[in-house]
């Protein structure tokens, strides 16, 4: 756990590596080591995304200080990080606010979608900001993992910047005397990029890869994102049955879906004519938090 710090007193803000479990955001934490170098774990209560391996299981939870069922990403996302925090030689911090499924319940059955994209904050910007902020150690200088041809997403990330030149959440701070959540909008993050800056493309990072030590799933972020194309999810679907599973059972517990115009059932039972490989797909197919 980092020591609380006093930001007042120091000439400079600290600096963060959000890791996503992806080579990218592996490759930034090798190549610019950072004070902080921080991972966000999507967590879920349903026993049938049990995480086989339960001694790296108990790991996990050392690292996040609560239980750890399973997750709703590749598996092998949980070697990744550990593995990489070998390769870098430093410790990662490892953070998982409420699982997916209490998120949803605090949404009042509402799914996440194109219209409500609040996944991403509710699964990871806010338990990587609310254990900054209880560190004290807010605003932070945050780097993502934006290659050389994703200057779109970086100009996305920096229109959403304040006046002082931070971007801003919303995270909880405790309970009112009712109960009710307590929340405080903190200046969080001035991010950069220095995979743009130093014109990193995707092909520099699959080659540095190749030889190291490190596993990485074939695809990261949750295994039923609702931005990846049907046929992308239905690979998911052949790949992590249990998981998509999950995504199809949310939509016929709540009657909502991820998808206006199909449901994660119909996905998970179409039947295709060719046989998909992973060679078919690439990082546009994979869906991404935007982290």
Known sequence: ???????????????????????????????????????????TNDKSCLFKDRVLASRVEQKIGKDFVGTLED????????????????????????????IIEDKHNYLPNKIARYCTTELKTIPIAKYLYNAGANPVKMRFGYRANEIKRAKSMDSKKNEFGFV????????????????????????????????IFRDNIHEYWLDKPVRFAK????????????????????DHPNKME??????????????????????????????????DFNECDSGYCGI
């Open 1 to 43: 756990m980092l020591e609380k710090l006093n930001i007042s007193t120091m000439t400079d803000l600290l600096t963060v590596n959000s890791i996503s479990g992806g080579k990218t955001s592996a490759y930034l934490s090798s190549h610019y080591p950072a004070d902080i170098d921080i991972f966000s774990l999507v967590r």
């Open 75 to 102: 598996d092998k996302i949980i070697n990744t990080i550990f593995d990489l925090e070998q390769h870098i030689g430093r410790e990662i911090t490892w953070v998982s606010g409420k699982t997916f499924d209490e």
């Open 219 to 238: 695809f990261n972020n949750c295994v039923g994102c609702w931005w990846r194309n049907e046929i992308m999810l239905k690979k998911m679907s052949e």
């Open 168 to 199: 801003e959440v919303k995270i909880p701070i405790g309970k009112h005397a009712n109960g009710n959540t307590k929340w405080k909008v903190i200046d969080y993050q001035s991010p950069e990029y220095p995979l743009i800056k130093d014109n």
């Open 246 to 279: 999950w995504f199809a059972k949310m939509e016929e517990g709540t009657g909502n879906r991820f998808k206006s115009d199909i449901t994660y059932r119909k996905i998970i039972q179409h039947k295709l004519q060719m046989e998909l490989f992973d060679d």
